[in-house]
């Protein structure tokens, strides 16, 4: 069974900061990985796809890296903001015979003013 | 964003009554899925649907059943709520099975009393 571990479950930083946040997996065999926003009572949006060929994908503040035979991503996200607050969930496609999205329990994240 | 409708989106119910969530999408995409999301678990995947009438069980697909009559209609119901059903549901689309994002509705906060 593919598992997702992110760490840590929950950060706080000074907004400009720059951050990482961390993503790792235990079947290397996917298709994709993809990572999401969710704000509280929201649904989630999609930030990145990265497919399982690639190593990174950027969009605007956000780079997002795979390494897939090492089983890790990060989501880098440059100049932090008070708006990037929200629980961050990365999710991989594939892996252990499935063909099917595994999330991981998410970050969250504080960006203090 | 992509157009997924959910309803309803807030539900209270009585265990042992039959619940039906239903989502809606206008984008014409061949792939639906239904996601419960609860503290200390993360979301995961109740069932999916590959097309119009196929469909086939996620990881926690016991005491629910799905349904597909129409390309923008999948159905997800409760034959007989739960206390232990009570989440919140998502429902999200995509194109492919494989490469492709998966795009998310706004979910459905249900508690069954």
């Known amino acids: 069974k593919q598992e997702v571990t992110q760490i840590p479950a929950a950060l706080s930083v000074p907004e400009g900061e720059n951050l990482v946040l961390n993503c790792s997996f235990t079947?290397?065999?996917?298709?994709?990985l993809q990572w999401f926003r969710q704000d509280p009572g929201k649904g989630l949006t999609s930030l990145l796809l990265?497919?399982?060929?690639?190593r990174e994908q950027t969009s605007g503040r956000l780079n997002a890296s795979l390494d897939k035979s090492s089983g890790r991503s990060t989501l880098y996200i440059a100049a932090s903001q008070p708006g990037d607050s929200a629980t961050y969930l990365c999710?991989?496609?594939?892996?252990?015979?499935?063909?099917?999205?595994?999330f991981g329990k998410g970050t969250k994240l504080s960006v203090i003013p | 964003d992509a157009g997924i409708t959910q309803s309803p989106r807030h539900k209270v119910t009585e265990t042992g009554t039959p619940v039906t969530l239903r989502c809606h999408q206008t984008?014409?995409?061949?792939?639906m899925y239904w996601y419960r999301q609860d503290p200390g678990h993360g979301l995961r995947l109740i069932h999916y649907?590959?097309?119009?009438?196929?469909?086939d069980k996620g990881e926690v697909s016991d005491g629910y059943s799905v349904s597909r009559s129409k390309t923008e209609d999948f159905l997800l119901t409760l034959e007989s709520a739960t206390s232990s059903q009570t989440s919140v549901y998502f429902c999200?689309?995509?194109?492919?099975?494989?490469?492709?994002?998966?795009?998310f509705g706004p979910g459905t906060r249900l508690t069954v009393l």
């Open positions: 999200a689309i995509s194109e492919s099975d494989t490469g492709d994002t998966q795009y």
């Open positions: 079947d290397s065999a996917i298709y994709n």
């Open positions: 990265i497919q399982s060929s690639q």
């Open positions: 999710a991989v496609k594939g892996g252990a015979g499935s063909y099917q999205l595994t």
């Open positions: 984008e014409n995409h061949r792939y």
């Open positions: 649907s590959y097309g119009v009438k196929d469909t």
